[in-house]
């Protein structure tokens, strides 16, 4: 049986937890080398408010954001503070993650990238875009630099989001809620 001072912690981290993914993800956006750290932070409070711990996804979405950071400390200062196209490759992989998300969650993987590369061929195809010189490897580089952080950011944001509806479904069975 679940107390009332638990549910009010739980519920208090499920509100920091969604903070910490709603900055994620506007750092996303804004191309910060810390985006993916930060939405991790927030799955990693979703975890621990969860009754059987997700042992494997937290160790998976940890090493992948791991891996993301380090990669973006070792870009070159120009690549890694350039925000050209990032509201595109962001925003389609945002879109793309929600459109897998509506299948499984291995597809809402596939969504994140697809949607990373649509973004960024949307992004070369505009005035702006052109300098990226589409199909090329200077576009090939800048689109990994750019969509891998905004994938693994809006993955973890879809799967807290797949963890949240399963908290919420077990409180609403909770007999403390309903009784």
Do not use: D
Not at 20 to 40: C, D, E, K
Not at 75 to 91: D, E, F, H, M, Q
Not at 154 to 179: F, K, Q
């Amino acid at each position: 049986m679940i107390t009332t001072a638990v549910i009010t912690i739980i519920f208090a981290v499920l509100a920091i937890s969604l903070l910490l993914l709603a900055a994620g993800m506007i750092l996303t956006f804004l191309s910060n080398r810390y985006a993916v750290a930060v939405s991790y932070a927030g799955l990693f409070g979703i975890g621990m408010s969860i009754h059987e711990l997700p042992c494997n996804s937290l160790i998976f979405w940890g090493v992948a954001a791991g891996i993301v950071i380090v990669i973006q400390c070792l870009l070159p200062k120009n690549i890694a503070k350039s925000t050209r196209g990032v509201g595109y490759i962001a925003g389609a992989t945002l879109a793309g993650t929600f459109v897998g998300l509506a299948i499984s969650h291995e597809w809402m993987i596939v969504g994140a990238v697809a949607g990373a590369i649509l973004g960024g061929i949307a992004y070369s195809r505009t005035p702006a875009g052109s300098v990226m010189e589409f199909p090329s490897s200077k576009f090939l580089n800048y689109l990994c630099a750019k969509g891998l952080p905004a994938v693994i950011s809006s993955c973890i944001v879809g799967t807290a989001i797949l963890w949240l509806t399963a908290i919420l479904s077990e409180m609403s069975a909770s007999p403390l809620i309903n009784p």
